[in-house]
């Protein structure tokens, strides 16, 4: 795992970009797996602000993101599909066709994973995988259990991330239970992934990840077997690493 220290969020934001920016150039029809949340929102500024200045083409770029929570449709404004379109695909040249978030409204989970498991692999995989990591350590909506589920399932989200992601809805009886995800097999096949990790909630999950053992009630902890991951992570997200003087 290669690590990249960051001062802040801004900091990361804007080092995660420029990675993206330089994968988008060399490969300019590259595939993105992108992820939502707080994290990479700075990240996606950055991008459209590169955009704009005319540094970045994402004409030929297609993007997988990692997740939908199940009953919220595209222009829902909690949803993946609104947010991706209002932190990104609105402001840059990247084409729509090429962008997919699991289908929300498929009341049919095994359908819509299905589906979405097509989508993948008629892509042809994916290149770099941006992921943020939940405060139990998920990733993709992968939550602490007892195995590593491989491909896209519909995920009964866990009590922590349902307070987490309360933030965003007008009460936390509002979050949708269960979401359509990728699998982490999906994730590890990603031939690099970038890993984001903003804050002092994240720094018990980013320490278990790095040195504790690779077992499911960590999921993010199988990224130690990946053999191309970047980790983007601040000062914050770092202290409980720095506390017991690993760093
Ligand atoms: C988002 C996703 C999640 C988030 C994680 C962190 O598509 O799959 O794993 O990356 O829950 O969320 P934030 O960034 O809001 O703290």
């Known amino acids: 795992m290669r690590f990249v220290y960051c001062k802040n969020y801004d900091e990361m934001s804007k080092k995660i970009a420029e990675d993206l920016i330089q994968e988008i150039r060399q490969n300019p029809e590259i595939v993105l797996g992108l992820a939502t949340g707080s994290t990479p929102e700075g990240t996606y500024e ?4 590169a955009y704009e200045e005319g540094t970045v083409d994402f004409s030929k770029v297609t993007s997988v993101n990692l997740d939908e929570y199940k009953g919220l449709g595209p222009d829902d404004d ?31 989970s095994d359908k819509a994973c299905s589906e979405y498991e097509a989508i993948i692999e008629n892509v042809g995989g994916i290149d770099v995988q941006l992921l943020g990591i939940g405060g139990n350590g998920h990733i993709g909506f992968n939550e602490p259990g007892e195995i590593f589920i491989k491909g ?21 009886d509002d979050v949708p239970k269960q979401a359509y995800s990728m699998g982490v097999g999906n ?57 017991k003087g690993l760093l």
């Open 78 to 108: 909690q949803g993946y599909r609104y947010f991706m379109n209002h932190h990104l695909f609105d402001h840059v040249n990247i084409d729509k066709a090429n962008t997919y978030v699991p289908n929300g409204l498929e009341e049919d």
């Open 152 to 172: 896209t399932h519909c995920v009964d989200l866990a009590e922590s991330t349902l307070k987490a992601n309360a933030r965003f809805f007008d009460s936390i």
């Open 46 to 49: 950055y991008l459209v602000k």
């Open 187 to 243: 994730i590890m096949s990603a031939k690099k992934v970038i890993l984001a990790v903003s804050g002092k909630n994240k720094a018990q999950a980013l320490y278990d990840t790095l040195y504790g053992d690779i077992t499911p009630k960590v999921q993010a902890s199988i990224l130690q077997l990946h053999n191309n991951v970047v980790l983007y992570a601040d000062e914050d997200a770092l202290s409980i690493i720095k506390e």
